[in-house]
Structures are given as C-alpha cells and as structure tokens.
C-alpha cells in the first residue's frame, strides 16, 4: 500500500485531484492512500506517508518540508503547476509513485 501526502494552503484546492488520483490508481491497480491536508498539519501526517506532493503555490515551503521529511525519511516534491491547474490526478500519481520508487 502506497501512503501519498498532499499538501496546500488550506488543504481544499487539492481535495479532487486528490479524487482524480484515486480513480487513477484503481484503473492502474495500484493500492494507494492518498489524502490532503493544510499546511500547518502536513509535517505532523508526514510520518504517515511514502511521499509528500506539495501545491504550486506552496512552492516556498519545499525546504522546510524537506527538512521535517528527511528526518522522517520520504521524498518531497512540487506538484507539476500545469498537472494541478489540470487536475490530472494521472500525471500526479505517476510522479509519487516514481519519487517512492
């Protein structure tokens, strides 16, 4: 089972795509957990997770999330601007599937 963090401002924004991922990795057949979360909860639920995604605008936050995951011992990365702005919980998913590798 894959554990996949994501994280934005308030934890809204990414609430479908978080929905478009999940519908990509039952069509894939991946087991996956994915969820979102604001900001301020994300480094306490990176203890849960195999990979924190973090929104575009939160693009600011990367080292300091980086710090907190390092401990923790997960990759942390920007989702792509164009896939967030489309929704594509595909392109998403692909991407912390090869960060957890």
Request: hydrophobic fraction near 45%; include cysteine.
């Given at each position: 089972?894959k554990?996949?963090?994501?994280?934005?401002?308030a934890?809204?924004?990414?609430s479908?795509?978080?929905?478009?991922?999940?519908?990509?990795?039952?069509?894939?057949?991946?087991?996956?957990?994915?969820?979102?979360?604001?900001?301020?909860?994300?480094?306490?639920?990176?203890?849960?997770?195999?990979v924190?995604?973090?929104?575009?605008?939160?693009?600011?936050?990367?080292?300091?999330?980086?710090?907190?995951?390092?401990?923790?011992?997960?990759?942390?990365?920007?989702?792509?601007?164009?896939?967030?702005?489309?929704?594509?919980?595909?392109?998403?998913l692909?991407?912390?599937?090869?960060?957890?590798?």
């Open positions: 089972m554990r996949i963090l994501l994280a934005c401002s934890g809204m924004s990414t479908l795509l978080v929905t478009k991922m999940q519908e990509a990795a039952q069509t894939k057949g991946v087991e996956c957990e994915i969820w979102a979360v604001a900001q301020d909860r994300a480094m306490k639920d990176m203890e849960k997770a195999d924190l995604l973090i929104g575009p605008q939160m693009r600011f936050m990367k080292r300091k999330f980086e710090k907190t995951a390092g401990e923790v011992g997960i990759p942390v990365d920007i989702i792509d601007p164009m896939a967030y702005g489309r929704v594509d919980g595909e392109a998403v692909s991407k912390a599937l090869d960060l957890i590798g």
